[in-house]
């Protein structure tokens, strides 16, 4: 079975542009989480959403919206770039939110560079 | 809110010694903990978790892990480190954010492994 997929795999973008993430989760799950890792921190938490509903919200400004579809892709989006937004985004899917238990399984990442 | 200090975020160790990367966690609930492991330019790999039951835990490519309430700590070991086991190590808790949970990263330790 595949894993977590996400697109693109790199992306370059300037300051002030607006960029899409998009991660398909594993076959059968309905949970999708968002990461962001800075070049030597740990992951971040961003967003996650179950069954369409956000379910979790992390300390990122408002440039920062989701959205999961009916399959349970999700796309992750950030509006107004800055430098700092530079990153490896991360999609984690889990088969449900089964009060924690749940496995999360992560992506290869989108690096995202802002010049 | 739950946190993770991850002691060491450099650990050089000879191939076929002891490898040891020590996570301290805080939680107000029992926790569950997590190791992932990033190897260059890829995405997370979950190596072990705690969730309850037997509090030493064993993962894949011959790592374990001890949780110890009393001192709140769940550090990873391996008895013979490998070349291939070079990679960076992050260990993190679950949080229950409501109507969700998220994981809590520490920064992170990267680990050589030296002929």
């Known amino acids: 079975d595949a894993g977590v997929t996400q697109s693109p795999t790199h992306l370059i973008k300037t300051r002030g542009q607006h960029v899409t993430l998009r991660c398909s989760p594993i076959s059968g799950h309905k949970s999708v989480s968002w990461y962001q890792q800075v070049l030597g921190q740990g992951p971040q938490f961003i967003f996650q959403?179950?069954?369409?509903?956000?379910?979790g919200r992390g300390n990122f400004p408002d440039r920062f919206s989701a959205r999961q579809f009916p399959n349970y892709s999700s796309e992750l989006n950030v509006n107004a770039l800055l430098l700092g937004d530079s990153a490896l985004y991360l999609c984690?899917?889990?088969?449900?939110?089964?009060?924690?238990?749940?496995?999360?399984?992560f992506g290869p990442g989108t690096r995202l560079l802002v010049l | 809110a739950q946190s993770v200090t991850q002691l060491g975020s450099h650990v050089s160790v000879s191939e076929g010694a002891l490898v040891l990367l020590r996570c301290n966690y805080s939680s107000s609930v029992p926790p569950y903990l997590f190791w992932y492991v990033q190897y260059p330019n890829q995405g997370l790999q979950l190596l072990l978790k705690y969730t309850t039951g037997a509090t030493l835990v064993k993962g894949i490519n011959g790592f374990e892990a001890e949780f110890k309430k009393s001192e709140t700590s769940f550090h990873l070991t391996k008895p013979s480190a490998h070349m291939s086991d070079a990679a960076e190590y992050f260990c993190?808790?679950?949080?229950?954010?409501?109507?969700?949970?998220?994981?809590?990263f520490g920064t992170g330790t990267q680990l050589k492994v030296e002929l």
């Open positions: 959403y179950y069954e369409k509903e956000e379910r």
């Open positions: 984690a899917s889990s088969l449900a939110l089964a009060g924690g238990r749940e496995t999360q399984y």
């Open positions: 993190a808790v679950r949080e229950f954010t409501g109507g969700g949970n998220k994981l809590t």
